[in-house]
Every structure is written in structure tokens, then in C-alpha cells.
């Protein structure tokens, strides 16, 4: 039996390339998923780990409030010059202690007059500790010595095309100031950056202003430490003299902390490529069971003859499970080398975007190669295990007899389907509805999962008639109506083949009607409620906003023609025990006047330097009310206690909290992100928009907008994460093609005596490669049409779970749904091609001949 089925395999080779590349592109996402990281990770760690090579022990003081990755960027405490004394001066074994600033958000302005961004490494504002065997200046500069002078690394002078001796531009927590760039540093070996990172490097003083706020404040100690003295002798030495307020490391322990946080991001980014990677193989599994259906349909006197010959049912099961075993290891072996390589390009992409990140070397852990070879040999084996099972069930007496295979009833099929869908469906519903724990994102995948399984078995119910019909568009031709009887002649192979692209397209569907119907919403909402003209804002390139001078508001309002000038400020809080996002304004009767807030309680028309307002879900929850007194930790300074004078109507246009403006001086950015002008009736945008853009001219981050294109600045940031989901699903799409493919070169072959005896009655060859044509164009609208309707139900469910979260308007892409039932009819065009082809080629008296 073995030599058989190899022999078997070899003889179908062709037949099982196709399917082999649906697990070949799938296990490639799964594996360059684990090299990515993985060679990334080792990436940041060398970086760090070279960061702090002469560093022992780094001290720095406990954050105000602490933030996970998803909350915003972490604040750190500043630090009083007297601790940088006291550990030099009360703690045995160090050698030296320097205090350091370096804080994210000092923008250099580039020579173009535009802000220099940074996609992801900070930004940092530093003070100069001089050259070390780390940090070398450049020839032709120095060190920073006058408050004006400044020096960057090289990889910023690069960006921002500037050289020694230029005046230059810097965006930090004051207004513009304008610094001589006296020298640009780089690093041992050669290096321009460290991780991608823009440096910007002041004299003491003026980082600790800048950066900080105040003076004779640093962010960071670090400590060398004396010969003899350990980095963990010195560790504990340092935290027994400063106390439980600070935070001491070695210089080890932080560069694995720093690169610990970068890695939770490529955890993210990981999970994201198995999720792709998942979709592949679920379609690529559709792929598989319907090649080895269509192999064990057209072996069926084969099979019969082995049962005639004595061959077990056992034994028959054996040789078709192991043509799968077969092709799926050679499949995942090429998908693993496959990833390997996609692992690495995007690795290397990835550190040419963050700024020449040095890679470390291609590594490929044992998950990429366990997860590749298990995940690729489990879907094969599994997709070819029923069509075993039922090639074992063969009488042996179907090997006297030359008949086609009977269709079977869809009665088991749709049940099972019925069953599948609904639990689909009760997982879905459990899920969205928030009754899932933590256990939301599981379930809700599930669902999908189910769903998408349970449409899959209910597909041959409906593809008979819904192929019919579409047939009948093509049926004014005999090769049409041909094509429309092929494609509907065995619902199995025809619903399998078309549930494969159904599941890409659905997918694609489905995200952009949430996406579509959030952009929606947020556009309502905001031209509904907010009652502002101008909008002054920036586009955010990385984890911190832009920001402008508070000066721009009081100049604003004396423009003739403004009635109202207010600047929103946001900073993430620790609010009566718990993480909360809070804002302030700069004139608090923006929330009714501007954002159309509504009172519930109190008076939210004004605030106090110790008041607060609260918004009615949130006071609801936190159990407040007017009179109420709350304590509150910002980013910096002390706990301060605060007492609700107000509560609003919630809405997503407004925070949670709000806070007196006065506060702002203790919020991680104490700047407006954004600032909204209301004109009095009768004044022209026209009139008043240029007068503003004026006063924005050190800002070069930020600019003034009406109220329309404001709004479609801020829905068109979900533009990108569509496109991005949209290019990785056309990987399902592409399997799903190379389905249709592999279903009708079989089909050809399968019906080699038909095409003979059609050719001999005058079918001509063209009209031939039309039949083939059509039977492919049906097959593929018919998937791209139950896509559409499965993605639209499934995207109106979510949009319908999201309800209270902002998105309540459901908005279908009729535009994009009738664009890929066209680009299906083109797929089916192109998958027809080769299989068009070949049939037509058939010499038709051998055809005729052929058994």
C-alpha cells in the first residue's frame, strides 16, 4: 500500500501543488510571524543592553501615575538635585553619580520649516553629560556651553538637513525657541542613532526647563560604581539611602525593562500576523478538502479495485491520509523557508522605518519551526481526513461499474450547518453583548469562527439555486448555458470552493462597515454638537500630541469677529483610586456653548481653581455627586483634592473629568492639543482663518481648519488601519483563486470524456474555453456574493453591540461591496485561464477514448 499510494502521489503531483500553496502561504504568516519578533526582540535588547553598557545602577523616582502600554506614554517623577547629593555623599562604593534629563518631546524644526516626526522612537530633550566610549561628537563640533547652543545626534541633523553653525527651531514644552546647533554627536561604531531616536542635547539648565518645568530637577540618576562593588551591592546600597519613593535598578535590569515595553508591542504586532496566518489556513483548509474530494471522487474505481484486491478500509484511509502527510510537509518546509524570508524583509523594513535600528542576527526560534511544521501538517491531514474516511467506505463492487458517483443528500450537511451557525451565533452575541468576562476577544473569534464554518455547511443548500440564477445571466450562449449546468451540477465542490473566497471577502466586508459606520458616527456627532467655526489642531505622529503655546488662544480672541476661544487640554489621572482620562479647557462654557453639553447637576458653566465637573456615567460609576470631594493624582506634582460642582450629559465629544485649567501645570503636557473659535453670526471663516494661521507661525505642527475638514482629519485616521487589514486579507483572497483554479484543472480532468464528446459534436475550442469561463465567473460571484452578505451581517452586529460606545449609525459600503462583486467576475476571468485552456488543447479522439 505504501508503494502505491507514493506512486499514487507522484502521479498526481500536479493535482496537489495547489493545494500544497495554500499551506505554504499560510504557514509562511505563522512562521515569519515568530522570526519577525524574534529576530526585533534580540534587536532591542542589544540596543538597551548597549545603552547601558557603562552604567551599574540607574535610580529614578516612582511615578505619579503608572500607565500600561494601551493608557499613553509613561511620565516620569522628576527627581530633586539633592538626591543626585545624597547618593554621592551617604553611599559607599560609588564612583560617580550624574543626574540626567531626558524627557520625549523636543521637536526639532527642519530646514524645510516643518517638525522632523518620528513614527514610534521617541523624541528625547536632554542635558549634555559630555563624550564617553558610547557618545562621540563629530568633527567640526562641540559641546553645548550658552543657553542658545544646542548639539543633536546624527541621525536628526540628517532628517532635518541642518549643519554646525545653523539656527535652528526646537518645539518642547515652552513656545519655539530658536538654539545654535554648535555639534552632532554619534556612537562607537559608526552609528547615527540608537534605536531610531532623535536626541536632542541642551546645557543643564536649560533641558531641566525645558523638558521639565522647573529647575535643579533631573529624571534619572545614574551611578557607577567603585572597583571591587558589584551592580547588586551597589542596587542595595542606593535604595537603603533614598528610600521606598524611588525606583533603583541595575543597569541590566533597566535596558531589559526598556526593552520589555517595546516587546509588548511586537506581541501585539505577532498576534495580529497569527490572526492573518489563521485566516489563510481556514481558507487554504477549504482549498485542501476540496482537492482531495475531487481526487478521491476521480480514484473511485481505483480505490474500489484496492478494496476488490483485499485492501482494508483502514489501509485505504492510511493512503490517503498519508498523500496528505506528504503534501503537508513539504508544504510547511516551503512555508517555513518562506517565512524565514518574509520574517527578515520586514524586519529589516521595520528598522529602516524606526529610524536605522541595528538588527540583530535572522534568528529562527523553535516556536516559528514547531508552529509551521505542526500547524501545516495538522490543517492537510485534518482537510484530507474526511474524504479518506469516505474513500473507505467504497464497495468494492463499484469497481465492475462505470457509473458516476450518486449525489448524496444535503440533509446531514444542513443540520450540522443549522447547529454550527447557531452556536456561532450565541457566542457572537455573548461576546458583543459584554457577558464574556475576560474573555471577550476569544469569544467573539469563536463566533466568527462558527459562523463562518456554519455557512460554509449551509452553502450547498442554496449554491444550486443562487448558481442558477446567476448562471442564467451567461445563459443566452449554448457554452453559458453549459458553464451555468457545470457550475450548479455538484453543490458540494461548487459551495466549497465558493465558501473559501467567501471567508476573505466577508472579513474585508465586515471591517469596513464597523470602520465605515464609526467614521460615520463620529462625523454626525461632531457636525451635530460641536458649534465651532475653527479648529485648531495637528496631525499626531507618534505617542504625543501636538501641541501649541496657550498665548494662541488669548490672541485669537481679539480677533474682531470671535465670539469664544477654548483650548482643550488632556492628561491620563488617577482619580479617586483609578486611571482615568481627564481634560480641562481653557474656558469651561465650551461644554454647553461649543459641545453642546447638557447639565444634569450643578452649575458646569463655570469651574474653580479646586472644583471639578463630572460627567453623568462617570459619576454614576464612581458613585459622586455635586459636594462630593475627589482626590486627584495627575502626572505630576502632589494628590490634590478637588470637589464636584458639576455633572454633564455624557457624550464621546467630551471627557470623563474635567478639570480647572489651572491644573494643567501638573498634566504630563501642560499645552492645548486642541483649540475650537466660535464667530459671532455673520463673520466669514475666510475673514478670521488666516488672522489664526498667523498666530500659529512658531506651531509648525499644528494648523487651523474649518470645522468640515477638521472632521475628515480626524475620521480619515481610520482610513489606514482598513488599508492595512485589507492588504493582509488579500492573502485569503489570493488562496481563495488558487481554489478555483485547482477546482476546475480538476474538473477538466475529471471530465476529459465529456469535453472529447462535446468538441466531437462541433463545440469549438473558443467556445470551449467560454464554458469553462462561465463555470468559473458564477463559482466566483456566488463566494463573493455570500461574503458580502455574511461580512454586512456580521459588521451590522458589531456596529449594533457598539451602540453605546459612539457608533450608532450603520453605514454599508454599497460602493465598495459592487466593486468587489466586479473584481470577482475578473477573478473568475483569471482563474480560468489555465484550466480554459487545457481544455481546449484536448485531442478529442483520445478524449473520447479516456475512462
Known amino acids: 500500500m505504501f508503494r502505491a499510494t507514493m506512486k499514487s502521489l507522484l502521479a498526481r503531483k500536479v493535482r496537489l501543488v495547489l493545494s500544497g500553496l495554500a499551506v505554504v502561504l499560510g504557514v509562511m504568516f505563522v512562521s515569519g510571524a515568530f522570526v519577525l519578533t524574534d529576530t526585533l526582540g534580540r534587536s532591542f535588547d542589544a540596543v538597551f543592553a548597549d545603552g547601558f553598557s557603562d552604567i551599574d545602577v540607574t535610580v529614578s523616582a516612582k511615578p505619579k501615575v503608572a500607565l500600561s502600554e494601551t493608557e499613553g506614554e509613561q511620565v516620569a517623577a522628576p527627581l530633586p538635585a539633592s538626591a543626585v547629593e545624597r547618593v ?475 465670539q469664544l476661544v477654548d483650548g482643550e487640554y488632556g492628561d491620563m489621572a488617577v482619580v479617586g483610586g483609578k486611571r482615568t482620562w481627564v481634560g480641562a479647557a481653557s474656558d469651561v462654557s465650551a461644554l454647553e456653548r461649543i459641545f453642546g453639553a447638557r447639565a444634569t447637576a450643578g452649575d458646569i458653566s463655570r469651574l474653580g481653581p479646586d472644583q471639578m465637573l463630572f460627567s453623568s456615567d462617570t459619576a454614576k460609576s464612581r458613585n459622586v455627586s455635586v459636594g462630593s470631594q475627589v482626590p486627584v493624582q495627575l502626572s505630576r506634582g502632589e494628590t490634590r483634592t478637588f470637589t464636584v460642582s458639576g455633572i454633564y450629559e455624557s457624550s464621546q465629544l467630551t471627557n470623563p473629568v474635567m478639570l480647572p485649567v489651572e491644573a494643567t501645570k501638573d498634566f504630563a503636557i501642560p499645552q492645548p492639543s486642541q483649540g475650537f473659535v466660535q464667530l459671532a453670526p455673520g463673520t466669514r471663516v475666510a475673514d478670521v482663518q488666516p488672522q489664526v494661521e498667523r498666530l500659529l507661525a512658531d506651531s509648525p505642527e499644528v494648523s487651523v481648519a474649518d470645522r468640515a475638514a477638521f472632521i475628515k482629519q480626524q475620521t480619515s485616521m481610520l482610513d489606514t488601519p482598513l488599508q492595512m487589514i485589507q492588504i493582509l486579507l488579500a492573502l485569503a483572497i489570493v488562496i481563495a483563486v488558487l481554489g478555483i483554479v485547482n477546482t476546475l484543472a480538476l474538473s477538466v480532468l475529471e471530465r476529459t470524456r465529456e469535453l472529447g464528446l462535446l468538441r466531437a459534436i462541433g463545440l469549438r475550442r473558443a467556445q470551449t474555453m467560454r464554458m469553462i469561463t462561465v463555470e468559473a465567473v458564477v463559482i466566483s460571484v456566488f463566494g463573493a456574493l455570500l461574503g458580502v452578505v455574511v461580512g454586512t451581517g456580521l459588521g451590522a452586529a458589531v456596529v449594533r453591540a457598539l451602540r453605546d460606545e459612539g457608533i450608532t449609525d450603520l453605514h454599508l459600503p454599497w460602493t465598495q461591496m459592487a466593486v468587489m462583486l466586479g473584481l470577482a467576475a475578473v477573478v473568475g476571468v483569471a482563474a480560468a485561464v489555465v484550466p480554459a485552456i487545457r481544455a481546449a488543447r484536448i485531442n478529442v479522439l483520445g478524449a473520447i477514448a479516456h475512462e
Open 88 to 562: 554621592r555623599r551617604d553611599v559607599p562604593g560609588v564612583a560617580e553619580a550624574v543626574g540626567v534629563v531626558s524627557a520625549d518631546g523636543a521637536r526639532l524644526i527642519g530646514s524645510n520649516g516643518k517638525v522632523v516626526t518620528s513614527f514610534g522612537p521617541p523624541q528625547l530633550g536632554e542635558n549634555w553629560l559630555g563624550e564617553s566610549d558610547l557618545v562621540e561628537l563629530r568633527p567640526g563640533g562641540r559641546e553645548p556651553r550658552a543657553d542658545d547652543e544646542i548639539v543633536v545626534n546624527a541621525a536628526l541633523a540628517q532628517a532635518a538637513n541642518v549643519k554646525v553653525g545653523d539656527r535652528v527651531g526646537v518645539l518642547t514644552l515652552a513656545p519655539k525657541k530658536e538654539f545654535t546647533l554648535v555639534g552632532v554627536f554619534g556612537y562607537s561604531g559608526g552609528r547615527d542613532s540608537i534605536g531610531g531616536v532623535n536626541q536632542v542635547a541642551f546645557t543643564t539648565p536649560v533641558a531641566q526647563q525645558l523638558m521639565l518645568g522647573k529647575p535643579d530637577v533631573f529624571t534619572t540618576i545614574t551611578v557607577r560604581a567603585a572597583d571591587g562593588v558589584t551592580p547588586q551591592r551597589l542596587r542595595d546600597d542606593v535604595a537603603a539611602a533614598l528610600g521606598a519613593d524611588y525606583v533603583v535598578k541595575t543597569g541590566e535590569q533597566a535596558a531589559a525593562d526598556q526593552a520589555a515595553g517595546l516587546k509588548q508591542g511586537l506581541d501585539f504586532f505577532n498576534k495580529v500576523l497569527l490572526g492573518f496566518a489563521a485566516v489563510a489556513l481556514l481558507v487554504g483548509t477549504f482549498l485542501i478538502l476540496n482537492t482531495f474530494s475531487i481526487i478521491v471522487a476521480q480514484r473511485t474505481r481505483e480505490l474500489a479495485l484496492m478494496r476488490a484486491l483485499g485492501a482494508s478500509g483502514r489501509q485505504i484511509v492510511g493512503s490517503v491520509v498519508l498523500e496528505a502527510v506528504a503534501v503537508g510537509l513539504i508544504a510547511s518546509l516551503l512555508g517555513l523557508a518562506a517565512g524565514i524570508g518574509v520574517g527578515a524583509l520586514l524586519a529589516y523594513l521595520f528598522g529602516k522605518l524606526a529610524g536605522g535600528l541595528t538588527l540583530a542576527g535572522l534568528g529562527v526560534p523553535a516556536a516559528a519551526v514547531i508552529g509551521a511544521l505542526g500547524v501545516g501538517l495538522l490543517i492537510t491531514v485534518v482537510a484530507a481526513l474526511l474524504p479518506a474516511i469516505r474513500a473507505a467506505r467504497i464497495p468494492p463492487i463499484a469497481a465492475m461499474q462505470d457509473v458516476a458517483n450518486p449525489d448524496r443528500p444535503l440533509t446531514k450537511v444542513t443540520v450540522a450547518g443549522s447547529l454550527v451557525t447557531a452556536v456561532g451565533a450565541v457566542l457572537l452575541f455573548v461576546g458583543l453583548d459584554g457577558h464574556a468576562g475576560g474573555n471577550t476577544l476569544a469569544v467573539i473569534l469563536g463566533g466568527v469562527l462558527f459562523a463562518f464554518i456554519g455557512v460554509a455547511l449551509l452553502t450547498p443548500l442554496i449554491s444550486r439555486p443562487v448558481v442558477g440564477l446567476l448562471g442564467s445571466l451567461f445563459a443566452w450562449s449554448v457554452p453559458g448555458k453549459l458553464g451555468r449546468l457545470n457550475s450548479g451540477r455538484n453543490p458540494r465542490r461548487t459551495a466549497i470552493t465558493a465558501a473559501a473566497l467567501m471567508v476573505g471577502i466577508a472579513l474585508v466586508t465586515g471591517v469596513t462597515v464597523i470602520l465605515d459606520s464609526a467614521k460615520g458616527s463620529i462625523g454626525a456627532l461632531a457636525e451635530d454638537r460641536i458649534k465651532a467655526e475653527l479648529v485648531i489642531a495637528g496631525a499626531q505622529s507618534g505617542p504625543r500630541p501636538a501641541t501649541f503655546d496657550p498665548s494662541v488662544l488669548t490672541e485669537a480672541a481679539k480677533i474682531p469677529g470671535v
